[in-house]
């Protein structure tokens, strides 16, 4: 299980990220500054496994949520530079919540409880079919309106299940 953090602000930069020393993977790898209202600041790597929700395209001025592993070790330097695992450029037309759905498919946070319907998309990252109950597993999930209970409940749109 994956210990999802997030940071969300306006990405202020995008540049090219050195990896190795000979450049066979030159551009490959990005480094993604974003900044939030609060002055906040974080760099994020992105690398050719990093998953865009959608894959949408993210230039600078656009307001995206990052996540990264928050067991993983980073640097110590500022601003803190995490891998990006998954980037959400956010949209009014819809909202994204990545986390750990139990058997009741609740949010580890207790915030989200998914309806499953018929018309629920659940896919592997890799854009295959997903054929399995998506409980007890990191999911990525795409919905629009929820309830106004605890936990807020919804049919998602579509779901990818981390692996």
């Known amino acids: 299980m994956v210990n999802f953090k997030f940071f969300r602000g306006m990405v202020t930069q995008i540049e090219d990220f050195t990896i190795g020393q000979n450049g066979e993977r030159e551009g490959c790898y990005k480094l993604m500054t974003v900044g939030d209202s609060a002055g906040g600041i974080v760099n994020f790597v992105v690398s050719p496994s990093s998953y865009f929700v959608n894959q949408e395209i993210v230039t600078l001025g656009d307001q995206i949520t990052g996540y990264y592993d928050g067991d993983a070790p980073v640097p110590l330097i500022y601003p803190p530079q995490y ?81």
């Open 83 to 163: 891998r990006a695992l998954i980037v959400v450029k956010e949209s009014n037309y819809q909202n994204v919540k990545v986390d750990f759905f139990n058997s009741q498919l609740v949010s580890s946070d207790g915030q989200l409880q998914l309806n499953l319907s018929p018309s629920t998309i659940i896919l592997l990252k890799n854009g295959q079919p997903f054929s399995k109950y998506p409980a007890n597993r990191n999911l990525i999930v795409i919905y629009g309106p929820t309830t106004r209970s605890i936990p807020g409940q919804t049919t998602p749109y579509k779901i990818i299940v981390w692996c």
